[in-house]
Every structure is written in structure tokens, then in C-alpha cells.
């Protein structure tokens, strides 16, 4: 991971947060809550930074996410639906304006010939709606993580404007 590029992109992000007086909160699985430590590297972000949840068990995405059972059992952790309620849970739980959720496939085992090592679906959450994209990403298991930290800021940066 780039940190002066991350770094510079998430400053931008808490500027254009604070600018709208918006908070964010966040939903991670795959990531394991490297977004959330990242984020919270930038001095200020206490302004715009709500909080998140690491919900990387099945059981844990369901009691604090309030995923639907079946619709993991149906569709997977790493799945378009699955993301999209947990970004939606995250935002009203925490109370926050904006939120992102990701759930993937770090690697280096757990991939499968439809999910691949390097799958992440992630979504972003706001009041006006929510919007879900799916990565293919490469390298190691921390390259994997990084780069869905960068993904999530970009994502973050496009919902912000």
C-alpha cells in the first residue's frame, strides 16, 4: 500500500466530510479493520470518522450487521447483497451520513473457481441511496487489503463530492 497516496486521498476525503458536516462509518471483513486504523492514522479524523465494525464471522456479520442467515447462506460473505446490507446497517447503527462495507477473499486459500483469491465486494451507503462494485485484485493476502483500502477511499471520495 502507497501510504503518501492513501494518506494524501483520505485527507481529501476528511475534507470534503467536514466540508458537509458528514460523518462516516464503516463495515469490514476481509480488511480486518485496516480501513478504520488507516483512516484514523490522519490526524482530525475524529471530525468525520464516526466508527466501524469488524464483523469477519458469519455469526458477528448477522448479531451486529443484521445480515440475514439465509442470505448468506444463499449468496456468500463475499456477495453484492451481503455488502449492501451491511453498508446500509452500519450507516444508521452508528448514525453516521456516509458508510462503506467490504467483504472478500484475502487469500492466500478460501477461493473458488466463481471467487477467486483477491474478490472483494464492497458498497457504499448514504441517504440517498447505496451503490455495490466488485474487485478482482492481486498479490499476497496485505496486498489484497491494500488495495481494498484504496478501493473503499476512491469509492468514499466519489460518494463525498
Same mark, same amino acid.
Given at each position: 500500500?502507497?501510504?503518501? #497516496?492513501?494518506? !494524501?486521498?483520505?485527507?481529501? #476525503?476528511?475534507?470534503?466530510? =467536514? %466540508?458537509?458536516?458528514?460523518?462516516?462509518? @464503516?463495515?469490514?471483513?476481509?480488511?480486518?479493520? #485496516?480501513?478504520?486504523?488507516?483512516?484514523?492514522? /490522519?490526524?482530525?479524523?475524529?471530525?468525520?470518522? %464516526?466508527?466501524?465494525?469488524?464483523?469477519?464471522?458469519?455469526? $458477528? &456479520?448477522?448479531? #451486529?450487521?443484521? *445480515?440475514?442467515?439465509?442470505?448468506?447462506?444463499?449468496?456468500?460473505? *463475499?456477495?453484492?447483497? /451481503?455488502? !449492501?446490507?451491511?453498508?446500509? @446497517?452500519?450507516? &444508521?447503527?452508528?448514525?453516521? +451520513?456516509?458508510? *462503506? %462495507?467490504?467483504?472478500?477473499?484475502?487469500?492466500?486459500?478460501?477461493?473458488?473457481? +466463481?471467487?477467486?483469491?483477491?474478490? $472483494?465486494?464492497?458498497?457504499?451507503?448514504?441517504?440517498?441511496? *447505496? =451503490?455495490? &462494485?466488485?474487485?478482482?485484485?492481486?498479490?499476497? =493476502?496485505?496486498?489484497? &487489503?491494500?488495495?481494498? /483500502?484504496? %478501493?473503499?477511499?476512491?469509492?468514499?471520495?466519489? /460518494?463525498? =463530492?
Amino acid at each position: 500500500m502507497d501510504t503518501n #497516496l492513501i494518506s !494524501r486521498a483520505i485527507a481529501e #476525503l476528511g475534507e470534503c466530510l =467536514r %466540508a458537509h458536516g458528514n460523518m462516516l462509518a @464503516t463495515a469490514e471483513s476481509c480488511t480486518g479493520g #485496516l480501513l478504520s486504523s488507516t483512516l484514523t492514522d /490522519v490526524p482530525g479524523s475524529s471530525e468525520w470518522f %464516526a466508527g466501524g465494525i469488524v464483523a469477519y464471522a458469519y455469526e $458477528v &456479520k448477522t448479531k #451486529l450487521l443484521g *445480515v440475514p442467515k439465509e442470505m448468506l447462506e444463499e449468496h456468500g460473505a *463475499v456477495s453484492e447483497p /451481503v455488502v !449492501r446490507a451491511m453498508a446500509e @446497517t452500519v450507516l &444508521k447503527t452508528v448514525g453516521a +451520513d456516509v458508510s *462503506v %462495507a467490504i467483504s472478500g477473499i484475502a487469500g492466500p486459500g478460501g477461493g473458488t473457481p +466463481d471467487k477467486p483469491v483477491g474478490t $472483494v465486494w464492497m458498497a457504499w451507503a448514504w441517504a440517498g441511496g *447505496v =451503490r455495490a &462494485k466488485c474487485y478482482t485484485f492481486s498479490g499476497d =493476502r496485505a496486498s489484497v &487489503k491494500g488495495q481494498s /483500502v484504496m %478501493a473503499a477511499v476512491n469509492g468514499l471520495l466519489s /460518494v463525498a =463530492r
